[in-house]
C-alpha cells in the first residue's frame, strides 16, 4: 500500500519546482544551441535585468530553447523510465 519509488519522487519534484525553472531553461537553451549551432552561453536577454518580464526573457530565446526543451524532456522521460525499471 505504500510502496513508493523514492528517487523517481525526487526528480520528480525537482523538474516541477518553480526555484529550478530558470536553470533548466539554461540548460535547455544551451542543448538547442548545440544541436541549432547557436551561440553557447547566456540567453540573448538577461534575465536579472527588471525591465524585462520573463515571457520576454523566454521569447528572446526562441528556436534554440524549443529544441532543447523538446530534447531534454525526451532525454528526462527516457533516462527515468530506466532509472525506475
Not at 526528480?11 to 530558470?22: K, R
Not at 549551432?37 to 526573457?57: A, C, H, K, N, R
Request: aromatic share 16%; charged share 5%.
Amino acid at each position: 500500500m505504500f510502496r513508493v519509488n523514492l528517487p523517481a519522487m525526487v526528480l520528480g519534484t525537482f523538474w516541477t519546482n518553480p526555484f529550478t525553472i530558470v536553470p533548466i531553461y539554461i540548460v535547455a537553451y544551451n542543448i538547442g544551441s548545440l544541436v541549432t549551432g547557436g551561440p553557447l552561453g547566456e540567453p540573448p536577454l538577461s534575465f536579472t535585468d527588471q525591465s524585462v518580464g520573463w515571457i520576454d526573457w523566454i521569447a528572446s530565446m526562441g528556436k534554440p530553447l524549443a529544441i532543447g526543451l523538446v530534447l531534454l524532456g525526451a532525454f528526462m522521460a527516457v533516462f527515468g523510465y530506466f532509472a525506475v525499471r
